[in-house]
């Protein structure tokens, strides 16, 4: 599985929009990137998953460059319930790579 | 709710109890999974089942036994289980095992183990 590298933490103020950049040197051809978000004493929630250029929800935005090297998560006009970890993974969608967590980005929304 | 259902949401056990935890999904999905989240560390898989069959156990000691019934039901029996074994368990599904649309996660059982 591709390693991945995220910020430990960002803050941000209510409003504004966040960008939360994943590295990913080693991805492979058929992996694609996948986003979560976890709030404190619950599960993680998907949020979004692309493979090249833009993808957009009603939730957030993920553009990944080119080179595929790396991925942002754009979240527009975060709130204080955006508060949560959110968790960068890049895997083979066909052959059943489970999923491996790291770390995540905590990412604080203040008023 | 999510549509994966864990149950109970708060365990305190002694490290002499048995006790189960129950994870249910009717989401039509053929692939389970047991994860374990410690405090400020990343979530760990524990177990994966496929179409109620085991295939996956990363190393996790014999203390936790999961069970798989159907394709609708997980549980993980807990035995003998030591302080450090308090934690967030975290049970998911997916349509199989690939990545197709993500996995579900229930909410999760606080188990503490006194």
């Known amino acids: 599985l591709a390693k991945t590298t995220q910020p430990i933490s960002m803050d941000s103020y209510e409003g504004q929009e966040v960008n939360i950049t994943c590295s990913h040197n080693n991805i492979a051809t058929n992996d694609y990137i996948t986003w979560y978000q976890q709030f404190p004493s619950q599960g993680p929630r998907f949020i979004i998953q692309g493979y090249k250029t833009k993808v957009t929800n009603e939730v957030a935005s993920l553009f990944i460059p080119a080179d595929r090297k790396s991925s942002t998560l754009s979240l527009p006009r975060v709130s204080l319930s955006d508060t949560a970890v959110y968790y960068c993974l890049v895997g083979d969608m066909q052959y059943g790579n489970k999923l491996v967590f790291g770390a995540g980005t905590i990412l604080r929304v203040k008023s | 709710e999510t549509g994966v259902t864990q149950t109970p949401r708060h365990l305190v056990m002694g490290m002499t109890n048995k006790k189960s935890l129950k994870c249910e999904q009717h989401l039509g999905h053929n692939a389970m999974y047991w994860y374990k989240q410690s405090a400020k560390k990343p979530l760990e898989l524990m177990f994966v089942?496929?179409?109620?069959?085991?295939?996956e156990n990363n190393s996790v000691p014999s203390r936790f036994s999961p069970e798989c019934p159907n394709s609708s039901h997980l549980f993980l029996h807990l035995h003998t289980l030591q302080p450090e074994d308090s934690a967030l368990y975290l049970c998911a599904s997916s349509q199989d095992r690939g990545w197709n649309y993500g996995y579900t996660f229930g909410s999760g059982t606080r188990l503490t183990v006194v």
């Open positions: 089942y496929s179409l109620e069959e085991r295939v």
